[in-house]
């Protein structure tokens, strides 16, 4: 009779820990889809900024809204290279090595975007004096926040370009035809 209760007891513990595990997994993909989201929508925001144009009698408040979304996609950005893309390259690499390559083409080019959104959020203190000092001509500054918001846009692009070079990559690694091999 003994055993037959620890049995049951292990048993039910089992079931408890599967239980647990599949919650534990099931909250941590709902965090990364969360943070996938939050990238996205930081994203679109910094486009939607960058894209609005500059208005005379109200660069200020344009450049605040860039700014705030400049900050927004750099955190955002920086947990999506450390995670995301850190565990898309990995599996890339023990999935197929031989896209070893590519692998780091696409670990420089993640250096190189965070780099670029470091650049520009350094930008950032010394245009807002400029255009609070130049407020009632304003013409002075146009072009200079006119290039700054080109630059913002090729920047999402380019974060964009490397989000989907990611995804094709990886569905590559899993799915390549390899002759023989395979």
Request: proline share 5%; hydrophobic share 40%; glycine share 2%.
């Amino acid at each position: 009779m003994p055993r037959m209760f620890y049995w049951r007891a292990a048993a039910t513990m089992r079931v408890v820990a599967t239980s647990m595990h599949r919650r534990v997994n099931m909250t941590q993909l709902e965090l990364e889809k969360s943070h996938e989201e939050r990238f996205r929508t930081a994203l679109e925001r910094l486009e939607t900024a960058a894209a609005t144009p500059a208005v005379p009698g109200e660069m200020p408040m344009w450049l605040d809204e860039v700014e705030q979304a400049y900050e927004e996609l750099q955190q955002t950005l920086d947990r999506q290279v450390r995670s995301s893309h850190t565990s898309q390259l990995t599996s890339i690499r023990q999935e197929d090595p031989e896209m070893f390559r590519h692998v780091e083409q696409l670990q420089k080019e993640d250096a190189e975007i965070v780099a670029a959104v470091q650049s520009a959020v350094a930008r950032l203190p010394i245009l807002k004096p400029m255009v609070e000092r130049v407020e009632p001509d304003e013409k002075r500054v146009e072009r200079a926040l006119a290039e700054f918001g080109e630059q913002a846009m090729q920047l999402v692009l380019r974060i964009r370009k490397q989000e989907l070079a990611l995804r094709t990559w990886l569905q590559e690694a899993f799915t390549r035809d390899r002759g023989p091999v395979d």
